[in-house]
């Protein structure tokens, strides 16, 4: 194996291990309540903190590539988490399990932000393709994370099996990133502030004329927080809300989620191929019409086959979305200056609809029922939707 294509796979294995982590708790969100004594509805609350601890982590990632290699940073971080995800699972009170998802998800925006900046800087060209592939893997560890955790509970086990079993895979992760980064040092002696404008893309878009530089960026930020909030949304409550609202078993309901990021995996790796064929930005608004349509319907219907039909649709349509979108920035930006600082906070947004999303649907769901508040991330969709149409009228009017 080529080292390039050994590197790949090892930031691609992280990235998927950091993916299990988000999405494990998702089904048994009911069990580990249970074994804290603690009101379901308060749940969303881990969310939260998992999603604050990304955004910090992604942008502690600037401050820290400053003076330390990107490659020892990542390398400690995998250690790091899987320290913690060894920790939940002896967790023994709502405080504790707040704290140590706050870290874990403080570790995953380190991973994600770090693993994406390494895998654009070995590949330099098709970054819209690379980014795709590394989402794949994403989606299979999201779609890894709610099957153990369902399938360790179904079989009478306690959850905290689940973490434990992660935290394991977590650990091999750092040992593949260690026995590599010995083997092929050269590759981890990228330079920090050089490299970082080097990003290349097949699509010829114009660079952005200086008073509409803020206003993309603006753009790209909330489209992308409303993507992901959508997204998280949904990921945080879909196995909840069928148990609850649709009675649904709990292998059920796991399996919902579990192949929506079968089909969010699967759907990147087509989207990767077919962003070589097709306008990035039109795609991108197809697709973000597609899971606006499907995530309705999804939450709409009472059956347990049309429901997960329309979440593999939903899981289809949106895998592309948030790869595009963060390619899409780059190649706007690639001749700004200030394009890393804009492609970094971009990402770190993400993150705050992560953080909002669960909080939110939590709050709905207080004060109404969990149907409502899944219908907020409907409506995230068509805000995004309206946005991305603004992006592209914004984009005639810069070439012009």
């Keep these: ?80 988490q899987s320290v913690f995800i060894m920790l939940f699972g002896f967790s023994g009170s709502f405080a504790l399990m707040l704290f140590i998802y706050f870290i874990i998800g403080l570790c995953g925006g380190l991973i994600e932000t770090l693993a994406s900046l390494i895998l654009l800087e070995v590949n330099k060209s098709q970054t819209a393709y690379y980014m795709n592939i590394s989402q794949v893997f994403f989606g299979m560890g999201a779609f890894a994370g709610p099957y153990l955790s369902s399938l360790i509970v179904r079989a009478g086990i306690d959850w905290q099996l689940s973490y434990f079993c992660l935290a394991f895979l977590s650990f091999a992760a750092f040992v593949f990133f260690t026995i590599l980064k010995a083997k092929y040092k050269i590759l ?87 962003v070589k064929k097709i306008n990035l930005l039109k795609l991108t608004i197809i697709i973000s019409v597609g899971g606006f349509i499907t995530t309705f319907a999804g939450i709409l219907v009472g059956n347990k086959y049309l429901n997960l039909i329309f979440f593999i649709l939903t899981g289809l349509f949106f895998s592309g979305i948030w790869p595009n979108t963060v390619a899409l920035s780059m190649s706007y930006f690639k001749k700004d200056k200030r394009k890393d600082t804009f492609v970094s906070l971009i990402i770190a947004f993400g993150g705050i609809g992560a953080l909002i999303a669960p909080w939110i649907v939590s709050r709905i769901f207080r004060i109404s029922n969990l149907f409502i508040g899944l219908l907020a991330c409907v409506l995230f969709m068509f805000v995004e939707i309206i946005l991305l149409i603004c992006l592209s009228k914004m984009k005639k009017q810069n070439r012009n």
Excluded: C
């Design 1 to 80: 194996m080529k080292p390039n294509r050994l590197l790949n796979f090892s930031l691609y294995f992280a990235i998927s291990i950091f993916a299990a982590t988000f999405t494990i708790a998702s089904p048994i969100l009911i069990e580990i309540s249970r074994s804290i004594s603690q009101d379901i509805s308060d749940m969303g609350i881990i969310m939260t903190l998992f999603s604050s601890g990304f955004v910090a982590g992604s942008l502690l990632t600037g401050l820290l590539a400053r003076f330390v290699s990107k490659a020892l940073i990542l390398n400690i971080v995998i250690l790091v």
């Design 188 to 274: 981890f002696s990228l330079p920090e502030i050089k490299n970082a404008g080097s990003f290349s893309f097949n699509e010829n878009h114009d660079k952005p004329k200086n008073n509409f530089a803020i206003r993309f960026f603006i753009l790209f930020s909330f489209i992308i927080i409303l993507y992901v909030a959508a997204e998280d949304g949904l990921n945080a409550w879909i196995p909840t809300f069928f148990r609850l609202e649709r009675g649904f078993t709990i292998y059920n309901s796991s399996q919902i989620l579990s192949f929506y990021w079968l089909a969010i995996a699967a759907g990147r790796l087509a989207i990767g191929l077919l």
